[in-house]
């Protein structure tokens, strides 16, 4: 079983934070990563997909709430997935997870935001609150 594990920080409004992801024992190479994000303190919420990299030829794509904002990279020698974040908003105090699935280039850019469609979940940031 591949359980992947984020590390973050806390959101603070207005400052930067950088989440990273690591895939212990699992290989990112051609695979469809993401970070999704979930209201903090409502687990039981589905997750909205925010930022996907396709780590074949690094496409990306962002969802409009973070787009010019977040940035979500591949670092292919760590084999670790990090997100970003600039300018936070309240809004963005939330659970962030990062996922990840076999996949190809097209499938990565119609379905990367699904969540229901990823194999490999972190157990996500601990700490979204914001201050």
């Known amino acids: 079983q591949v359980h992947l594990v984020e590390s973050g920080g806390s959101v603070q409004t207005g400052g930067s934070l950088k989440l990273s992801c690591a895939g212990p024992?699992?290989?990112?190479?051609?695979?469809?990563l993401a970070w999704f994000r979930q209201p903090l303190g409502f687990p039981g919420m589905s997750r909205t997909g925010?930022?996907?990299?396709?780590?074949?030829?690094?496409?990306?794509y962002y969802d409009d709430s973070v787009k010019g904002r977040f940035t979500i990279t591949y670092d292919s020698a760590k084999n670790s997935v990090y997100l970003q974040m600039n300018d936070l908003k309240t809004t963005d105090s939330d659970t962030y997870y990062c996922?990840?699935?076999?996949?190809?280039?097209?499938?990565?850019?119609?379905?990367?935001?699904?969540?229901?469609?990823?194999?490999?979940w972190g157990k996500g940031t601990q700490d979204g609150g914001s201050s």
């Open positions: 996922a990840a699935k076999k996949n190809d280039a097209g499938g990565c850019r119609l379905y990367g935001f699904r969540e229901n469609s990823y194999e490999f």
């Open positions: 925010i930022a996907t990299i396709y780590t074949g030829d690094s496409s990306t």
């Open positions: 024992g699992y290989t990112f190479g051609s695979n469809c």
